[in-house]
């Protein structure tokens, strides 16, 4: 059986696909900086509830629906499920640390932290 090659992209699909990537960087850059503006002008609580709001999720969710369909869309919404004990690892340890230790040393322990709970869940996630 013989393979069909994918014809080559025009000069307008690439410059389309880059605005389109460059868009998606600008959203998430945006989130950012509410997130950011608002933790440093002492407004934590809205910070945090900008930060966890399901817009960025939802862009990406929308987004990959677009790209790949509503299988990737729910092993996207699966994967986000599957790494919520580390991402709630990585947040309690980062709490506990700060006050604690300088905060590279706090942040650095928190992330190695959430690198190896999301490790240990995506291996017995394998195994069921």
């Known amino acids: 059986m013989q393979r069909r090659l994918k014809p080559a992209a025009t000069k ?3 410059d389309e696909l880059a605005l389109k990537y460059f868009l998606y960087f600008l959203l998430g850059g945006c989130i950012v900086t509410l997130v950011s503006y608002f933790g440093a002008t002492k407004r934590t609580l809205l910070s945090s509830f900008i930060a966890t709001l399901p817009c960025l999720s939802l862009a990406t969710f929308i987004l990959i629906y677009k790209e790949g369909g509503v299988g990737a869309a729910i092993a996207y919404g699966k994967g986000l499920i599957l790494f919520l004990p580390a991402w709630l690892c990585y947040v309690v340890m980062a709490i506990f640390l700060l006050p604690r230790w300088e905060m590279w040393k ?4 928190a992330v190695m932290a959430y690198f190896i709970v999301a490790l240990v869940t995506k291996r017995l996630s394998e195994s069921f």
């Open 12 to 14: 307008r699909e690439e």
């Open 106 to 109: 706090a942040l650095s322990v």
